[in-house]
Protein backbone atom coordinates (compact mmCIF):
# COMPACT_ATOMS: atom_id res chain seq x y z
CA UNK A 1 0.00 0.00 0.00
CA UNK A 2 1.08 3.41 -1.08
CA UNK A 3 -0.24 6.62 0.75
CA UNK A 4 0.31 10.10 -0.37
CA UNK A 5 -0.42 12.39 2.57
CA UNK A 6 -0.55 16.10 1.62
CA UNK A 7 -0.87 18.98 4.15
CA UNK A 8 -0.12 23.07 4.20
CA UNK A 9 -3.51 24.33 2.14
CA UNK A 10 -5.64 26.85 4.04
CA UNK A 11 -7.05 30.12 2.87
CA UNK A 12 -5.10 33.03 2.27
CA UNK A 13 -5.25 36.59 0.71
CA UNK A 14 -4.20 37.84 -2.32
CA UNK A 15 -0.58 38.38 -2.76
CA UNK A 16 -0.36 36.09 0.08
CA UNK A 17 2.28 32.91 0.63
CA UNK A 18 1.14 28.96 1.30
CA UNK A 19 3.89 25.93 0.91
CA UNK A 20 1.91 22.62 0.44
CA UNK A 21 3.69 19.14 1.30
CA UNK A 22 3.00 15.44 -0.18
CA UNK A 23 4.95 12.61 1.54
CA UNK A 24 4.98 8.95 -0.34
CA UNK A 25 4.86 6.38 1.97
CA UNK A 26 4.71 2.48 2.25
CA UNK A 27 6.13 0.46 -0.93
CA UNK A 28 7.27 3.05 -3.20
CA UNK A 29 10.87 2.64 -4.87
CA UNK A 30 12.83 4.97 -7.15
CA UNK A 31 10.12 7.96 -7.76
CA UNK A 32 10.82 9.35 -11.10
CA UNK A 33 8.74 12.30 -11.37
CA UNK A 34 6.53 13.69 -8.64
CA UNK A 35 4.13 16.84 -9.23
CA UNK A 36 1.45 18.82 -8.39
CA UNK A 37 -1.57 19.67 -9.98
CA UNK A 38 -4.90 21.46 -9.55
CA UNK A 39 -8.68 21.74 -10.36
CA UNK A 40 -10.42 24.94 -10.48
CA UNK A 41 -14.44 24.25 -9.95
CA UNK A 42 -16.02 23.68 -13.54
CA UNK A 43 -12.19 23.16 -14.79
CA UNK A 44 -10.09 20.18 -16.14
CA UNK A 45 -7.45 19.17 -13.63
CA UNK A 46 -4.19 20.66 -14.69
CA UNK A 47 -0.24 20.67 -14.26
CA UNK A 48 0.88 23.18 -12.00
CA UNK A 49 4.73 22.04 -11.42
CA UNK A 50 6.61 18.66 -11.55
CA UNK A 51 10.02 17.80 -10.29
CA UNK A 52 12.65 15.20 -11.63
CA UNK A 53 14.49 12.57 -9.45
CA UNK A 54 17.49 15.08 -10.87
CA UNK A 55 16.04 18.07 -10.00
CA UNK A 56 14.97 19.26 -13.08
CA UNK A 57 11.58 21.29 -12.98
CA UNK A 58 8.72 21.85 -15.03
CA UNK A 59 6.10 24.61 -14.59
CA UNK A 60 2.79 25.75 -15.83
CA UNK A 61 3.24 29.20 -17.58
CA UNK A 62 0.81 31.12 -15.16
CA UNK A 63 2.99 30.37 -12.06
CA UNK A 64 6.30 30.82 -13.51
CA UNK A 65 8.37 32.73 -10.95
CA UNK A 66 5.78 32.94 -8.60
CA UNK A 67 5.94 28.99 -7.52
CA UNK A 68 8.62 26.64 -6.81
CA UNK A 69 8.81 23.01 -6.59
CA UNK A 70 11.16 21.27 -4.74
CA UNK A 71 11.62 17.83 -3.26
CA UNK A 72 13.58 14.94 -0.59
CA UNK A 73 14.34 12.65 -2.21
CA UNK A 74 15.52 10.57 1.08
CA UNK A 75 11.93 11.27 3.07
CA UNK A 76 9.98 10.60 -0.73
CA UNK A 77 8.30 13.98 -0.17
CA UNK A 78 7.88 16.87 -2.04
CA UNK A 79 6.51 20.66 -1.66
CA UNK A 80 5.28 23.87 -2.90
CA UNK A 81 6.24 27.03 -2.30
CA UNK A 82 3.74 29.26 -3.75
CA UNK A 83 4.00 32.95 -3.34
CA UNK A 84 2.32 36.21 -4.40
CA UNK A 85 -1.26 33.70 -5.19
CA UNK A 86 -3.88 35.15 -6.67
CA UNK A 87 -7.67 34.37 -6.75
CA UNK A 88 -6.88 32.05 -10.09
CA UNK A 89 -5.08 30.02 -8.33
CA UNK A 90 -7.84 29.02 -6.33
CA UNK A 91 -8.18 25.22 -6.64
CA UNK A 92 -8.06 21.22 -5.32
CA UNK A 93 -4.24 20.27 -5.14
CA UNK A 94 -3.79 17.11 -5.89
CA UNK A 95 0.41 15.34 -5.42
CA UNK A 96 1.07 13.21 -7.85
CA UNK A 97 4.07 10.24 -7.92
CA UNK A 98 4.90 8.49 -10.61
CA UNK A 99 7.91 5.85 -11.59
CA UNK A 100 8.42 2.51 -13.28
CA UNK A 101 4.88 0.44 -13.10
CA UNK A 102 2.71 3.15 -10.88
CA UNK A 103 1.51 6.23 -10.90
CA UNK A 104 -0.35 7.51 -7.76
CA UNK A 105 -2.11 10.48 -6.52
CA UNK A 106 -3.48 12.49 -3.36
CA UNK A 107 -6.29 13.13 -2.34
CA UNK A 108 -5.92 16.90 -2.68
CA UNK A 109 -5.71 19.81 -0.19
CA UNK A 110 -7.83 23.10 -0.86
CA UNK A 111 -6.07 26.45 -1.59
CA UNK A 112 -8.73 29.24 -1.74
CA UNK A 113 -7.35 32.94 -2.47
CA UNK A 114 -9.34 35.55 -1.64
CA UNK A 115 -9.24 38.95 -3.97
Known amino acids: QVQLVESGGGLVQAGGSLRLSCAAS????????MGWYRQAPGKQRELVAAITSGGSTNYADSVKGRFTISRDNAKNTVYLQMNSLKPEDTGVYFC?????????WGQGTQVTVSS
Open 96 to 104: NVWGTGYNY
Open 26 to 33: GSIFSINV
